[in-house]
């Protein structure tokens, strides 16, 4: 997906929009949670801190 995002040029912030749209089920609660998290707690959403917030929650670390 991070290819596709960038193809089409999108920003940081515009990818993780994006890509966020997809969640559905407990990834979806998942989101929705983190991201009034990071505003309250003032952490910047960009693609960077997201798929590292992601990778963290859904990808064993086997494959990373």
Partial sequence: ???MLEDLGC????KVTFATRFFR???SNW???TKEYMATNEVEMNWENFSRLFM???VPD???
Avoid: I
């Fill in 1 to 3: 997906m991070e290819d």
């Fill in 11 to 14: 920003t940081p912030a515009e």
């Fill in 31 to 33: 989101w929705h949670g």
């Fill in 62 to 64: 086997s494959f990373t």
């Fill in 56 to 58: 963290g929650q859904y």
């Fill in 25 to 27: 089920g407990s990834a």
